[in-house]
């Protein structure tokens, strides 16, 4: 099978590539310099020039604080970016595959969020993912899955353990968000269970995370602990941490459609923490 990703330098983009060329498909891997999703002709004539039989989208605007204050930007991306890909998908017969999130939700739920629930984002970054959700299903009504997944983290890109380990070398105290509740995905995790739906799809939206949840600050906790960091995390709320985007307060994800299964945060943390130790040597 042939497989088109798009997005394919970006953190979970490379995993893709790397399940999809261990699952031994023929993969073809496009880098944001090599196709700007936002430019309906040039999507068009990658799709066209590529044949594939599926397209994963992972060419993204993931700033979520950014998108507040350029919110064009990111739906020029998120939302009708993603609406060309399913387009260009479709005119040649191929399936899409496209990657969501858990900030689709308002997070006023106190269980886990279905893919029956309503969405309600109350940020701009996830008004332009879900306004793609929705370009998508209607550019591709019978032949696109759209994959959710949460607090996405992995060797190859900017994200949250990362960050914790770099601010405990400059300090031995870190505060931090005690009151959002997800589920930290490792991006390793999440890449093979694309493929998967890949090989063999189902029609509409998916929710694909890691199993268990947390808050951020239990994920930094956990992160220093598998680091081996004596830096001591501290606790807090939202509210004491103001940012430019509101994220859900809780956005756990599970499935009732029988989607593929992750494994536990904790493992994905621990996966991750290996793969960057040989990233690092």
Not at 58 to 78: F, I, K, Q, W, Y
Not at 144 to 158: E, K, P
Not at 233 to 251: E, F, K, M, N
Request: glycine share 10%; proline share 5%; hydrophobic share 45%.
């Amino acid at each position: 099978m042939r497989i088109l990703i798009t997005g394919a330098a970006g953190m979970l983009g490379r995993d893709v590539r790397l399940a999809s060329d261990a699952a031994g498909h023929d993969t073809v891997a496009l880098t944001r310099a090599q196709l700007d999703i936002a430019d309906p002709g040039a999507v068009d004539a990658a799709v066209a020039a590529a044949a594939p039989d599926v397209v994963v989208n992972c060419a993204a605007r993931t700033d979520v604080d950014g998108a507040e204050s350029h919110l064009a930007d990111a739906t020029a991306v998120n939302g009708a970016g993603a609406g060309h890909v399913a387009a260009a998908a479709h005119a040649l017969g191929a399936w899409v595959v496209q990657v969501s999130t858990d900030y689709v939700f308002s997070g006023d739920k106190a269980t886990p969020y279905v893919e029956s629930d309503a969405t309600g984002p109350i940020g701009a970054y996830a008004r332009s993912k879900l306004e793609g959700e929705h370009r998508v299903a209607g550019a591709a009504p019978d032949r696109h899955t759209i994959v959710r997944s949460s607090w996405l983290f992995g060797a190859h890109g900017t994200c949250f353990p990362k960050t914790m380990l770099r601010l405990a070398s400059e300090r031995s105290e870190l505060n931090v968000v005690a009151d959002q509740i997800g589920c930290p995905t490792f991006t390793g995790h999440l890449a093979g269970a694309l493929v998967a739906v890949a090989e063999d799809p189902t029609p509409g939206v998916l929710h694909v995370a890691a199993g268990g949840w947390c808050s951020w600050h239990e994920f930094a906790a956990a992160t220093m602990t598998a680091a081996g960091r004596d830096c001591v995390v501290h606790p807090i709320t939202t509210d004491q941490y103001p940012l430019p985007a509101r994220r859900p307060a809780y956005s756990v994800l599970r499935s009732e459609r029988g989607a593929p299964e992750l494994a536990n945060w904790r493992d994905g943390l621990a996966a991750f923490m290996s793969e960057l130790s040989q990233v690092a040597a």
